[in-house]
């Protein structure tokens, strides 16, 4: 005797007729039905949800749709099942599919990249048919629930490699993305200075505090001393400016008063002190008048137009000196 599961009953063959053994009833070796009968069939009662394929054409003679139609069976007669002798409800599900004749005009005029459209039209063909002519398998009540059309398994690959390089270059994308918010962020982190990127790294334990600070005395340190540094170089360069300029002006005099040596109408003393007062008091070595010590050249005589009494009746001290370099052509 096979074992019995739950949900299923023995069904015993007495002579001609099919028995199912008494529900609920534990059962007996020595029952006359059990002992009488010449084979006995296990039946299963329970509701199932079955599956069944068809192959469908498009468009093109290398691609085909797989239809798969899903059945609810129960068995309720199951001395009927056993009659008729049904090991698998797939076999005649399979052919109640294939009965329909006109399935196939629905996918032939699709592309095998045209699935959802040929979904659509075979969900509404099978859901008419079935209830047109409804499923029947003897001792068994049969409900048709959905279909479902697949590609080929070539389309599905082929669509499976495509998902996978757009998700890869979409991760490309959002880690660059990323990247360069990351970086924006740090370049302004670094634009506020270095004391605000040491107290960033301090505040995520990526930089120790007495490192930081040693830096940070070393570099103030350093700054100092170049500040001290250029501050010196500067009043160096001003004190090499300044003498330079000095020395210029002494070279300047001297190759002016070696100029005017030849000439009778020039008072060195009266163009000495001139030059003196004009560069604040300072005499260039070797041109400092000796005390009382009497004029090399005296005045000339006196130019036409250059009149020596003023408007007042009062005689111009500076008159008959030299003025400006035109006095020198004259």
């Keep these: 005797m096979p074992q019995l599961p739950p949900g299923a009953v023995h069904v015993f063959r007495v002579g001609g007729n099919y028995r199912t053994f008494p529900e609920g009833m534990v059962f007996d070796p020595a029952h006359p039905d059990v002992l009488d009968a010449s084979s006995v069939s296990l039946v299963d009662t329970r509701a199932r949800l079955v599956e069944v394929e068809r192959t469908l054409p498009s468009v093109s003679e290398a691609d085909n749709f797989t239809v798969r139609a899903a059945f609810t069976c129960q068995v309720t007669d199951p001395t009927v099942i056993a009659r008729q002798g049904v090991i698998d409800v797939t076999v005649p599900l399979r052919a109640y599919l294939m009965g329909d004749g006109d399935l196939p005009r629905v996918s032939a005029g699709h592309r095998v990249e045209e699935v959802n459209a040929v979904r659509t039209q075979v969900g509404h063909r099978l859901t008419a048919y079935s209830a047109i002519v409804p499923p029947r398998v003897a001792g068994m009540s049969v409900e048709f629930v959905s279909a479902e059309v697949h590609a080929s398994d070539d389309l599905r690959d082929w669509e499976q490699k495509l998902r996978d390089e757009r998700r890869s270059w979409e991760l490309q994308r959002g880690q660059r993305d990323f990247e360069t918010q990351d970086a924006l962020r740090i370049a302004e982190l670094l634009s506020q200075g270095s004391d605000h990127v040491d107290a960033f790294g301090i505040a995520r334990n990526e930089i120790d505090v007495t490192e930081a600070a040693a830096r940070i ?5 350093e ?13 160096a360069h001003a004190q090499a ?16 008063l070696r100029q005017m040596g030849g000439s009778e109408y020039v008072d060195y003393h009266q163009v000495l002190e001139q030059v003196l007062r004009e560069t ?21 005589p006196e130019r036409p137009g250059h009149g020596t009494t003023g408007r007042d009746g009062t005689r111009d001290p500076r008159a008959g000196f030299v003025k400006d370099e035109d006095d020198l052509v004259d």
């Design 217 to 221: 005395h070393r570099a103030t340190v």
């Design 223 to 235: 700054e100092s001393g170049r500040r001290h540094e250029e501050r010196t170089s500067d009043r």
């Design 241 to 256: 400016r300044e003498t330079a300029e000095a020395q210029m002006r002494r070279d300047t005099v001297l190759t002016l």
């Design 280 to 300: 604040g008091g300072r005499a260039a070595p070797g041109v400092a008048p000796a005390a009382g010590a009497p004029r090399m050249v005296g005045a000339g």
